[in-house]
């Protein structure tokens, strides 16, 4: 099973590094590589029903 490799968000995501952040400090833009699955998880936890702005690779 294969999983997001990178998403854009405008949440900062917790105990997650981000690849680069983008944008004015009031309107940031966080992209977030999650290859790894504990990553992907993490990440779709803190989430929630935040709509990404794109998620590019692989399928869940």
Not at 17 to 35: A, E, I, Q
Request: aromatic share 16%.
């Amino acid at each position: 099973m294969r999983y997001f490799y990178h998403i854009q968000t405008e949440k900062k995501l917790r105990g997650i590094k981000p690849t680069s952040v983008t944008g004015p400090w009031f309107r940031r833009t966080y992209f977030y590589d999650l290859t790894a699955p504990a990553l992907f998880k993490k990440a779709l936890s803190q989430l929630g029903k935040t709509p990404l702005k794109c998620i590019a690779g692989g399928r869940i």
